[in-house]
């Protein structure tokens, strides 16, 4: 789950990080460790 601001929580399944295929969330996070307060995109 991903904080949008003031707006709520989205929920990420599915993702294309740039120049790669696409990933479920779970391989993303398990591949690349979010830190808290970074932001996406």
Known sequence: ???N???GIIKILRLI???S???TAEQ???G???K???VLG
């Open 28 to 30: 993303f996070v398990n």
């Open 1 to 3: 789950l991903i904080s």
């Open 21 to 23: 295929k696409e990933l």
């Open 17 to 19: 990080p740039a120049g």
């Open 5 to 7: 601001g003031d707006k």
């Open 36 to 38: 808290a307060g970074e």
């Open 32 to 34: 690349y460790k979010i």
